[in-house]
């Protein structure tokens, strides 16, 4: 069992970034493949970047490919994205996800989740 708790959204104009964090509890934090995803308002939850468990390979949806970057620290525990160039359409909750196989861009293979952290992009 792994609990996960995101932190660093907020409010952006369009061009900006962002650096979310999701720091995780538990001693098997390195077992799992970690993903981020995020929904906005009346759309479905979508892949936003996912890695593997020791960090040597990402992916990413197209969407945010070239932009965002997802990193590990598994001495830390910790699992972040950082989102540049934001556009306005990346506005939505973002949540931070663990699984333990390799459908990393499978939102039904996530077995643990966070509560979420909204970020918003202003034109």
């Known amino acids: 069992q792994v609990q996960l708790v995101e932190s660093g959204g907020g409010l952006v104009q369009a061009g900006g970034s962002l650096r979310l964090s999701c720091a995780a509890s538990?001693?098997?934090?390195?077992?799992?493949?970690m993903g981020w995803f995020r929904q906005a308002p009346g759309k479905e939850r979508e892949f936003v970047a996912a890695?593997?468990?020791?960090?040597?390979?990402?992916f990413y949806a197209d969407a945010v490919k070239g932009r965002f970057t997802i990193s590990r620290d598994n001495a830390k525990n910790t699992v972040s994205l950082q989102a540049n160039s934001l556009k306005p359409e990346d506005t939505a909750v973002y949540y931070c996800?663990?699984?333990?196989?390799?459908?990393?861009?499978?939102?039904?293979?996530?077995?643990?989740w966070g509560q979420g952290t909204q970020v918003t992009v202003s034109s």
């Open positions: 996800a663990a699984q333990a196989t390799i459908r990393y861009s499978d939102y039904t293979a996530y077995a643990f």
């Open positions: 890695i593997t468990r020791s960090g040597g390979a990402t």
């Open positions: 538990g001693r098997t934090f390195s077992t799992y493949v």
